[in-house]
């Protein structure tokens, strides 16, 4: 059953209350009132249908705050605070004008203000420049986010896709007549935590073995933070990746050298293998860099058990020494996503590509249907026939059933996100659109 923006206001309803906000002053959750039905099915269908028009052939996107000028200082603006610009006189609020104001309004780092008036309804009273800091979870980023106030948020992405949120906090997607669940977020199950887990221990040993040899106070490390950081970089690839709208596939397997790949019959034919030297650790060396800057710089000689965590890094202000580092980091997502452009998978191991164009081959034709999963860990899941899916997709889900340590995810060209993976007896998929990769890692 498709679902469209009247079912979404009954979701929004149910979820507003439950969702987290993103911002507490004095200790204290700020309540925020959500309009009332009729209100917010007319928002949420002027959203809807800004969605499907275009403006100059490009399609409209935009994020959109219910929230008043006073909420936003006259003083502030970029990278900490937002600036706000009023409008010499509040606009209309229609898709026409939505539609007119979104190539002034970058989906990345504005807003478009609106709030309510008692006799005239919507009206469009300004726009909000918020920077980029809003995505630094997405991409993977340790500066602190600028907070958007306690509001109600909407996002249009593109023809029938809209994110709603409570500040930064994700309640709702909805994509081509789908309702998206946000709860089931696979980076924060445990079999995922497993998958990594391995090279983790690696870490965690080499920098034992680093504060051994040094004269100087270095601080633990939180084996947590090693987790984040982990995902952080799977997090930069995916983002990069939808950003070039071109799409790509990524195999990751939790070995460094997948048996799989040298097999006498390989389920995977890699055109473009790197050699192993010591270019192909530039990911694990990174880390590693990571986790010496934090630990330096926050050891302490009066507290040598000091243990550093994934906050104390964000809050980091050695801002030269992390700039370079985070550039660095970025730079390498960049480069593995940009391995995808090529046709075929790329195939990586928890440390890093080991290569490029890989055709999954072999006999693929006994799967039929896939579990999609509603939580994390792939236990509350609903069963879908294969043949509804692009072969892209399909040829993942037979190498899942085939391999079942390997680890894929499917980055389609109008930017979804689905992530697969063999669970509790069959290839379990999560669809990760929704996340836009913003959790508390």
Not at 7 to 20: D, F, K, S, T, Y
Request: glycine share 8%.
């Amino acid at each position: 059953m498709h679902v469209y923006p009247s079912e979404l206001v009954a979701l929004i309803n149910q979820r507003w209350n439950g969702a987290p906000a993103s911002e507490e002053k004095n200790g204290q959750q700020q309540p925020t009132n959500l309009p009332g039905k009729a209100a917010l099915e007319l928002f949420i269908s002027t959203c809807y249908q800004v969605s499907m028009m275009r403006e100059e052939d490009r399609p409209v996107t935009l994020r959109l705050i219910l929230a008043g000028p006073e909420q936003f200082p006259a003083d502030q603006g970029p990278p900490k605070g937002f600036l706000r610009l009023l409008f010499s006189s509040p606009r209309p609020f229609n898709e026409y004008e939505l539609r007119r104001l979104s190539p002034a309004v970058d989906f990345e780092r504005s807003l478009v203000g609106i709030e309510p008036h008692p006799e005239k309804g919507f009206q469009v009273w300004g726009m909000i420049n918020s920077g980029i800091r809003w995505l630094q979870e997405e991409r993977g980023g340790n500066k602190k986010t600028n907070q958007l106030p306690d509001a109600f948020v909407v996002h249009v992405t593109g023809p029938g896709m809209l994110t709603i949120c409570r500040g930064l906090k994700i309640i709702a997607t909805l994509n081509s007549g789908k309702l998206l669940d946000s709860a089931a977020n696979a980076f924060q199950s445990k079999w995922m935590n497993k998958l990594f887990a391995e090279e983790r221990e690696i870490l965690l040993q080499m920098h034992e073995q680093f504060r051994a040899g040094v004269l100087y106070p270095v601080a633990k490390i939180q084996e947590e933070f090693i987790e984040s950081l982990q995902f952080q970089l799977l997090k930069r690839v995916i983002s990069v990746t939808r950003m070039n709208r071109h799409g790509g596939t990524f195999l990751i397997f939790p070995g460094d050298n997948p048996p799989e790949l040298t097999a006498e019959n390989p389920c995977i034919l890699l055109k473009y293998r790197f050699q192993k030297d010591e270019a192909i650790q530039r990911q694990q060396n990174l880390m590693v860099r990571t986790i010496r800057l934090a630990t330096t710089a926050l050891g302490d000689i009066n507290d040598p058990d000091k243990i550093v965590t994934w906050k104390d890094y964000v809050d980091l202000r050695h801002e030269s020494a992390v700039y370079d580092l985070e550039e660095a980091l970025y730079e390498q997502a960049q480069f593995v996503a940009s391995l995808a452009s090529v046709d075929g998978a790329v195939v990586t191991s928890s440390r890093g590509a080991l290569g490029f164009g890989g055709m999954i081959v072999g006999s693929l034709d006994k799967l039929t249907e896939v579990a999609i999963a509603s939580d994390i860990e792939g236990k509350m899941v609903t069963l879908g026939k294969i043949e509804g899916y692009g072969s892209r997709h399909r040829s993942v889900y037979h190498l899942c059933d085939a391999i079942h340590q390997v680890m894929a995810i499917v980055v389609s060209q109008d930017g979804a996100v689905q992530l697969a993976k063999w669970r509790n007896g069959i290839v379990t998929c999560w669809d990760l659109t929704t996340q836009m990769f913003m959790s508390d890692n």
